[in-house]
């Protein structure tokens, strides 16, 4: 008897979780978070963002208002996620607030602490879609339960000459945490930010990133360039295509959202399946 496809419904899909990481601070790691969830969300994609990163730039940006409870709750008191999850325009957003700084403190004791995010996902997997993590500088104990609980690792990395340095470390990290505490973790790609158009330096930095990634394996998903309308938006906790449709560094963000949808299997709005990822 010839089997019958069964419909990639909502039921049966499994939400695919991204971390967005890289050990230095200012590269675009929250700016490319929120650009994935909010695009994730307004092509009709169930998104979930979960801010990992004590600064709270994140919440900030997708949820201007102030926000009482968030991902803080789900690690400390083992709340389930659902219950810290706040709407932020289309986002289900598990926010960071103040006391999230202290987690390597107030974690340290607990057992199995690398893994609570990835346990705290799990009731949600059928749920959504996408689910996007914002990550802190550095690897300490929520950059690690990002990794732990990861599918796949977006490495944003600014145009500039020492960059590859730390990405390489990322990619590293990404190869050991996959060795010892979550197999199916890969790394999704790259993505440069604060591109600086077609000057020399930039020319330079191009090539010798092409010629990186290609020895390393890893894809280069697109860029977005540097341009001031990315901080407005931000400012007013818009997503770049709504606030400034017509710019350069919009189209920019929709590329790079498109590649990496591409590449998860969310592309046209339909969710990932387990054989996708
Ligand atoms: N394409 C861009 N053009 C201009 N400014 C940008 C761009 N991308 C990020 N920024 C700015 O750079 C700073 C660092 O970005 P952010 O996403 O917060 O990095 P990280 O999360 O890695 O620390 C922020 O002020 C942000 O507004
Ligand atoms: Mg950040």
Redesign the pocket.
């Known amino acids: 008897m010839p089997s019958i496809p069964i419909p990639e419904d909502a039921a049966t899909r499994r939400m695919v979780v991204v971390a967005v990481a890289?050990q230095?601070?200012?590269?675009?790691?929250?700016?490319?978070a929120a650009l994935l969830a909010q695009e994730a969300a307004a092509r009709g994609l169930r998104a979930m963002a979960i801010d990992l990163?004590p600064q709270g730039?994140l919440t900030r940006h997708l949820h201007p208002a102030p926000v009482r409870t968030g991902v803080a709750r789900m690690l400390y008191e083992k709340a389930a996620l659902e219950s810290v999850l706040c709407d932020a325009g289309g986002v289900s957003l598990a926010a960071a607030t103040p006391d999230l700084s202290a987690a390597d403190l107030a974690l340290s004791s607990k057992p199995g602490r690398d893994g609570l995010l990835r346990r705290a996902l799990g009731p949600c997997a059928h749920a959504y879609d996408l689910a996007v993590i914002?990550t802190p500088?550095g690897l300490g104990c929520l950059a690690f339960n990002a990794l732990v609980a990861a599918d796949f690792v977006l490495i944003?990395t600014a145009a500039e000459k020492f960059a590859f340095d730390e990405t390489a470390e990322v990619v590293d990290t990404v190869g050991q945490v996959r060795e010892c505490a979550n197999t199916r973790l890969s790394v999704l790609g790259v993505v440069v930010?604060?591109?600086q158009g077609r000057t020399i330096v930039q020319q330079d930095f191009d090539e010798a990133l092409r010629r990186w990634a290609e020895a390393k394996g890893v894809p280069v998903i697109g860029r977005?360039?540097?341009?001031?309308v990315?901080?407005e938006a931000?400012a007013l906790g818009a997503h770049l295509p709504d606030y400034k449709p017509d710019s350069p560094?919009a189209a920019d963000a929709l590329a790079v959202a498109d590649a990496a949808f591409r590449l998860l299997g969310l592309a046209d709005g339909k969710g990932a399946s387990d054989g996708a990822a």
Do not use: E, I, L
Request: no cysteine.
């Open positions: 890289n230095k601070g200012g590269v675009g790691k929250t700016t490319m990163d730039n914002d500088p944003p930010t604060r591109w977005v360039r540097q341009s001031v990315v901080q931000q560094a």
